[in-house]
């Protein structure tokens, strides 16, 4: 597997994982675009030798947001989310949402550092809650 820079060929594939991975909730095409070329974003792809997961972060302040990180189902639990991870935000503060009901991806980010800090209702297009995470300093 390799671990690399996105580019704009990546973006019809990150775009089929993320309708696989979201559904309703994936981003559209020209989201996908915008968050693996935009401005303050660090975005990586994994590959093997297909796309197999990306992740995103975004800049903002002193403050790093993960945006996504995301594995095609097939290649979950091999570690791909930790390299992935470990790529986009080695070290250091850095705060994202996750489902409150997506306990897979809790515990995933449990054993890597994150902590709880807040809770929004009603996040997602379901109604579901998010968890504010943060990993780093408060």
Known sequence: ????????????AVHDLERLLFGPDAWSQQSVREE?????RRAVVA?????????VTLAVG??????RVAVHPGRQRQGVART??????PAG????????????ARRFYA??????????PRYYRDGSAALVLRRGPS
């Open 1 to 12: 597997m390799i671990v690399r820079s996105a580019t704009e060929q990546d973006v019809a």
């Open 36 to 40: 693996l070329t935009g401005p303050r």
């Open 47 to 55: 590959c093997d030798p297909e796309v197999v997961g990306y992740a």
């Open 62 to 67: 002193d403050a790093t947001d993960l945006q």
């Open 84 to 89: 992935l991870l470990a790529a986009v935000a």
């Open 93 to 104: 503060d850095l705060l994202l949402e996750v489902g409150e009901s997506n306990l897979a």
């Open 111 to 120: 054993a890597e550092g994150f902590v709880e800090i807040d809770r929004r």
